[in-house]
């Protein structure tokens, strides 16, 4: 998914009501936090763009995704527009800590593809320091309950460039299955280069085994 650079502009974050089946939470006015058993997603906030700038904007995070922004600034504006994004009901963006910390470390999206979210898309970039240590599969765990449970997703789809074995790899590891390939479907670096498309469904989901608990805070 794409990062947005627009003009800065602050919204106002209001709580909301736990909720586990179905949707018992009012999303649109603030995200719920998500919590794991080793990591804690929670909505996007100003003080997040640094740390996200210093670990999203390195060389390997960033080779096979939209550019990031490039300057602590331009993650203060992209949050900004989270905020505006997801109280229009059209996306969500998680930051992804570990517990205890609340430092930033990777995003999760979230973004409607047809009106009431029953097809979605969903993407994520995480800092390099954090790649093998099962932060990717909890959290991502964490996302995917989120999107079928409180967003009534349908059908959540996933891009990921043909060359990022590990991005695959990630995809494979949740459940996704793959579709086929999207043929030079992405502009990087001014090159067209093939992505493959991976799906999940809220019927396949729903009858795998458990395996990370999932707790929604105020």
Known sequence: MPYQEPEPQRSQLDATAPGREG????????????????????ELKPSDAPSLFALLSTEEVARFISPPPSTVEGFDRFIAWTHRQRAAGTYGCFAVTI?????????????????????????????????????????????VEFAFDTLGVHRLEARAAVKNRRGNGALAKIGAVL??????????????????????????????DASVPVVLLN
């Open 23 to 42: 949707v018992h939470t009012d999303w649109k006015q603030h995200l719920p936090v998500l919590c794991g058993r080793h990591v804690r997603l929670r």
């Open 99 to 143: 517990a205890q910390y609340d430092t930033a470390i990777g995003i999760f999206q979230v973004r409607e593809l047809e009106p009431g979210f029953r097809t979605a898309e969903w993407g994520f970039a995480i800092g390099s320091a954090f790649w093998g240590t099962g932060v990717f599969q909890e959290s991502a765990e964490l996302v």
């Open 179 to 208: 579709e086929g390939t999207l043929r030079k479907s992405f502009l990087r670096n001014g090159e067209y280069i093939d992505q493959a498309l991976y799906s999940l469904l809220d019927s396949d989901w729903r009858t795998r």
